[in-house]
Structures are given as C-alpha cells and as structure tokens.
C-alpha cells in the first residue's frame, strides 16, 4: 500500500517532461528517472498491468516513503538534471560505472604555453581534449610512446619546465624540441600539437595529407632533415591505418553501442568510428536489474559525463525513453551541435549495431571463460595445498632491509587470480632491528591480523596467507597467528628454487603446517604459477618500499626534527646560510634575518642544544659525507636530481674536475651502458640545492599499518610491470 503522500503526489502528475525522484522512508534516494511524460512514466511503476520486470518494482511500495518531481521545459533539460542528481544522491538502483576510474584518457590541452600529452585517470570538465578512456593501461601507455616517439611535445611536467637550465635526454635524441631552454617556434610547435589530436582523434587521412603537404614543402626549402621527420610520421601513421581492417561508407564520426545481457549480468561494446574507418572497440562488465532501455540510457549518460569524446552520431541498439533530450544534453558536452542519437533499424547502420552486439557476446563469453578458468585454477590450489575453502583472496608477506636497516614489509593480494593492488600493504618495522627477518616478520603479521581480528574495514582476513621462506617463516607466522587468536587462517610457506649439496636443483617448494617435508608442486602447474606470481610482486613491492625508506633516510635534514620549523623555512635558511652547520653557528639574528621568526630561531637553538655531542657530530659528518660515484649514478635514474648535482661536487673534487664535467660523465656513463631506451629517456641532470632538496624530500613517516599512500602508489606504479590485458580480443 503507498503512503498516502504518494498517491496524492501521483494524482495531481503533470503530462510535462521532467524527473522523478523516489525516496525510502529514511529520505534516502532510491531511484532517479526521467520522462518525456511525468504522469505517464511514472504512475506506470503503479499498474499491475505493467509488466516491468525490475526486482524492486515487486518491493517499491513497501520501501517507498516519498516522491519528488521536476518539471523542465524540455527532455534535455531532464536529461541534464537527471545527471546530475545522480552524480549527487548516488541512488541505490541507478547505473552506475563503478569502474571508471580504473580507465586511462590521454589529455592535451591546446590552450597551454607548450602543450604535451599526458594521462590521467578523471577528466576534467575544462578546455583541454581528452582521448579515451582507454580500456587497460597497456594500451594508453602504448599509445603514449608512440605519440612521444613521432611527434615532438615535450615529456616534463610544468614544474620541470620552469625549473630546468639545460635540455634533457629528450632534446639530445631528438624527441622534443626543448622549449624549456632553446628558442622554439611556437607556429611549429602548435602543428605537432594539432598533429598529435588529429592522430588521436582518428582523423587519419585528413593527418596524412596535411604531413604530406608538410614534407614537400620542407624538401623544397632544402630542409630535408626536417622533412624526414615528416616522412616518419606518415609511416607511424599509415601503420595504424593498416591494423584498422573494418571500414564504413559514411566519413563522419560514430559511436556504436552494443548490448548484450544474461539475467542481471551485462556486457556493453563502444565501437568507435572515426571517418568512417573504425579505430577501437571497448566493451565494459555491468551486473544492473534495469530494463534494457534504462541500462543503455543510463551507461551512455555515464560514459560522455566522463568526458569521453562525443562524435556526430551515436548509434543504439534499442530506442530509449526521452531520446532527443539525451542528444541534447549530449550536445552541451560537444559545445556545438547536437550529435544524432538514434535507433537504426535498417541499412548498413542495422549492420554496425549488430557488430558492436557481436562484440559484446563475445566479451562476455570470453570473461565467463575466463572465471572459469580461474575457478578451475583455484580449486587445483585447493585440492593440492588441502585447503578447506576455495582461496579467491590470497595475501603474501615479504620483508626487506639493507644490512638491518631500512627495515619494511610488504603485503599484497590476489582477488581470483588477479592481484589487487588496492588492497595492498605496506609497513616500517619499528620495534625490531639488525636484521632480523623473523622479528620484523613477527610485528607486521602481529599488526596486520590484530586489524583483522578485530573488524577493521580494509582488514579482511584472506582465504590464505602465503610467506616468503620455509620452516622458520612459517613457524613465525603460524605464532603470530595464534597469538592474535586467529586460528582458522590456511597458511603455506613458499621457499625459493635453490641447489642442495648434490647439484641437485630444487623448484619452489610448498610448506605447509605440521608436515615435515614439502608438497612438491609441478613445474608449470597453475598452484605454483599464482603463489610464485604473489611472491615475486610481495618481493617488489617490499624492495621498492626499502628504497624509498632508506632515501627519506638519507635526504634528511637536519632541522625536520625542529619542531615548528616547516619545509618553506627550513628551505630559506639553508639557502641563505648555505649549510647546516651555518644555521647552527648561526645566532637569533642571523636566523631571523634569513627567514625565521623569533620564536622558530629559539626553537633550532633549544632543540640542537638538546641533542648529546655526538648526535650533533654526525649531523655535521652527514653533511659532509661525499657520495659514491656509483650512487650517484643511480640517483640519476631515481630521478634524484638536485642529490646527484648537489654533491656532484664531491665527486668532482675527488677526480679532480668541475661539477659540470662530472655530470658529462655520468651522462656518457650512462650512454654508453646497455641501458633500455626508456630508462635513458628519464635520466635527468638538472643542478639544485642539495639541502633544499633534503628537506623538500622528508615527508612525515607514515602511520604505523597504513595502506600505501599516494606516494607509495607512485612509486609502485613506477616500479610496476604492465597489467596484464583481461577480457575480449575485441578491446582495442
């Protein structure tokens, strides 16, 4: 029975477009809707002649407690507003694309002083053009390289521009023109940059001429250098062309949704065609209990509200309510003309929707087959470990120091077969030092499972927690485990491949608890391929937390430990005192005239006299310390310019030639090294202030048990090997 606020509200319904809001009886919003037609759409919901078979129509008059509608002038109108009370409420029923952070756009905005291309994860509603998303990040950062490869934009970001005094790798091997330190023409450089959108944007044929015109105009100035260039780029061009096998009649832009769907499981394909040629397919999972013609309305709203590109037509394969006001909300995202939203139903364009509707079963069949391969995995693991549940969630513990310091650990995770990046762990073992492996293993699985026993959100207990070692890591962490009362977890122990005293060698073994000798697994079997998977990405992620704890370490300041003196002031005196041991010779004064205030200059004097001699001593020796050659070379792969050019002069003095010289030969150095063209592409040899530096890069230590940070999740991505593709052949 509906309240009776309900029914009034449902009586006195207007025949206007508009939207439609239902509420629970908490005020919570349930569902929003729009219609060309208030009274009819939603007094519908009401009739038991319906026939809509949504599963919480059966329940609506139950959990409904009110209604709220909005009348507008026309179906954009509704169509916009529906937007955005969804992107406000969040409503319980509606489509939601829950996974649209995980995809990549590339974004390159024209209206910058020099335009570059990079990626990101949300666009924005600003000026710039946004290409994608891009189903995995293989494919955007593909496309990236390739870009970077054959149209000169520069690479560094605005911070590096203004900083830099000299040119970097890029202009050295000719992948971007320098506009940091050399005069640059800006007439040239927009070409690259209208270039690089027209290649993105699918225009290829429209490129192609326009390189070609480029190329036999330069040939006839005699600049034929440059007119090489322009060959290149028509080759990288006419390469991508010729992968795109399927072409249309029609030169205009579209957008083919296909559709396919078994109970509330959903699979919907994108087929993008750009000037009649087609370029991508991207298909995407929804688990929805709307009717077909919501679903569609609804991911079409939520995929061009992410500021994906919205072409000239935009083909469906099923007519959806308000239909033209959905084109014209469309139309205020392309900030000119209205695309075409329509239904075809006969001609080549039936053909295209029933392409993009081939592609859609066939990414759901291949996802399905694929779960299944995974549970067929997992139930392998279980049968061979003799687990008692099936390990859909599986974490792995790894812990890592150099020579006792810089002690950290490291948890990662497997969610059915894949790893799941967002639940990974990092820790700084505090209470345990020199080394010892089994007490640091001790206090992180300690920490890491008083969390889960108690309830923790983001705490969950695994299916099965694996540890890096043999007998001994596995006594460890079966010890802490039952210290912390957690005592129903499966728990393997995983060794690595060694030789024994016969020659003999030994694969990865497999221990478990209360057995002496290990299950032999066999070389290949799908148990081992995803223990020694996790095992190996527990063993990178620890390394690349030990680095980074060990530089914060290193590129300490001295004056970080005062308490009130900030990294901006910190900056300041050493910039103006020139050391560290200046700001302590310093006086009140000499700090307040070099950025202090009264207050923080007796806070440095207080807190340095509070320090024991020695502690001060090693300050100052740490100051002082010259860095190895070697290092130095490494910092300039870790992009630690300012800690390499700082005491680049250390080095020098040693070798007894400048500063300059030095970086020259850490730059031929690294040349001529076998090193990847990638690794050469971020070297960087930019001069700065090493105590500036220091402080700049000393953030707080992170809370104890916290899952990585912003900063520990880009230096994870840094570290991090391409994921692997999983879905259709069809993704583009």
Not at 290 to 319: K, Q, R, T
Not at 580 to 585: D, I, K, N
Not at 622 to 649: I, N, Q, V
Request: aromatic share 6%; hydrophobic share 40%.
């Amino acid at each position: 029975m509906l309240p009776d606020v309900v029914q009034q509200k449902l009586d006195a319904l207007p025949a206007q477009p508009g939207v439609y809001v239902f509420k629970d009886r908490r005020a919570n919003v349930l569902y929003v809707g729009k219609a060309s037609s208030l009274r009819s759409r939603v007094r519908s919901y009401f009739l038991a002649s319906s026939g809509d078979t949504r599963f919480f129509i059966a329940t609506l008059a139950e959990e409904l407690g009110d209604l709220e509608t909005f009348v507008t002038r026309t179906e954009k109108e509704a169509a916009l507003l529906e937007n955005n009370l969804i992107k406000e409420h969040q409503p319980r029923y509606n489509v939601k694309l829950r996974d649209d952070k995980e995809y990549l756009s590339l974004r390159l905005d024209p209206k910058a002083a020099w335009p570059r291309l990079e990626v990101v994860r949300r666009p924005r509603h600003d000026a710039a053009l946004y290409f994608g998303p891009y189903h995995s990040a293989t494919s955007a950062r593909a496309t990236l390289r390739l870009v970077n490869r054959h149209f000169q934009l520069r690479t560094c970001t605005d911070t590096e521009l203004a900083a830099r005094v000299r040119p970097c790798l890029q202009y050295q091997i000719k992948r971007c023109p320098g506009p940091c330190v050399m005069p640059v023409d800006r007439a040239h450089y927009g070409e690259q940059v209208a270039s690089v959108a027209m290649f993105l944007d699918g225009r290829h044929d429209e490129l192609v001429r326009a390189l070609e015109v480029r190329m036999s105009s330069a040939a006839t100035l005699l600049e034929y250098e440059q007119a090489a260039v322009y060959r290149d780029q028509i080759r990288a061009v006419d390469r991508v062309r010729e992968e795109q096998r399927v072409e249309t009649s029609r030169d205009v832009d579209q957008d083919v949704v296909g559709f396919y769907r078994e109970g509330e499981q959903i699979e919907v394909a994108m087929l993008m065609v750009r000037g009649g040629r087609l370029i991508g397919v991207r298909t995407y999972e929804l688990k929805l209990p709307l009717p077909d013609d919501e679903v569609i309305a609804s991911f079409v709203a939520e995929y061009y509200g992410g500021g994906a590109f919205v072409p000239d037509e935009v083909l469906l394969p099923l007519a959806v309510e308000a239909m033209e006001g959905l084109a014209g909300a469309l139309g205020e995202r392309r900030q000119g003309r209205a695309p075409k939203v329509h239904f075809p139903q006969r001609g080549a364009l039936v053909r295209l929707v029933q392409m993009a509707a081939e592609n859609a079963q066939h990414a759901f069949r291949e996802k399905a087959r694929a779960q299944k391969d995974v549970d067929e995995r997992l139930a392998e693991m279980q049968k061979r470990l003799r687990l008692a549940t099936l390990p859909r969630r599986i974490e792995c513990i790894d812990v890592s120091h150099t020579s006792g310091t810089d002690t950290a650990a490291a948890i990662v995770a497997m969610r059915d077969g894949e790893l799941d990046r967002k639940a990974y762990k990092s820790f700084h073992v505090r209470r345990v030092s020199g080394g010892d492996d089994y007490g640091a293993m001790y206090e992180v699985l300690t920490r890491r499972f008083r969390r889960g026993r108690d309830g923790d959100g983001g705490w969950e207990l695994p299916d099965l927690l694996v540890v890096d070692g043999g007998k001994g890591q596995l006594g460890v962490a079966i010890a802490a485990l039952r210290d912390m009362g957690v005592t129903t977890l499966a728990v393997a122990g995983l060794a690595k491949e060694k030789e024994n005293v016969m020659g003999e060698k030994l694969v990865d073994r497999v221990y478990l608890p209360g057995q002496k000798n290990p299950i032999p697994l066999r070389e290949g079997s799908s148990a081992l391929y995803y223990l020694a998977q996790l095992r190996d990405e527990a063993h990178r992620v620890s390394n690349a937390l030990r680095l980074k704890l060990g530089k914060r370490r290193r590129l300490r300041s001295g004056l970080a430990d005062v308490v009130g003196v900030g990294p901006r002031t910190a900056t300041a005196l050493l910039k103006t005192l020139g050391s560290l041991r200046a700001v302590l010779a310093a006086d009140e004064a000499a700090l307040v005239g070099a950025g202090a205030t009264k207050r923080q200059a007796r806070a440095i004097a207080a807190h340095f006299a509070a320090l024991p001699a020695a502690e001060i001593a090693q300050v100052e020796r740490d100051e002082a310390t010259p860095l190895d050659p070697a290092d130095a070379a490494r910092a300039l792969f870790d992009g630690d310019d300012a800690r390499a050019a700082a005491r680049g002069g250390n080095i020098a003095e040693e070798r007894g030639i400048d500063g300059d010289a030095g970086d020259a030969d850490a730059e031929r150095a690294l040349r001529n090294d076998d090193t990847s063209e990638t690794l050469l592409d971020e070297v960087r040899l930019d001069d700065a202030d090493f105590e500036a530096a220091e402080v700049a890069a000393a953030p707080a230590m992170r809370d104890e048990g916290s899952s990585l940070d912003a900063e520990d999740a880009a230096l994870d991505s840094a570290f991090a090997p391409a994921p692997r593709d999983v879905g259709t052949s069809a993704d583009g």
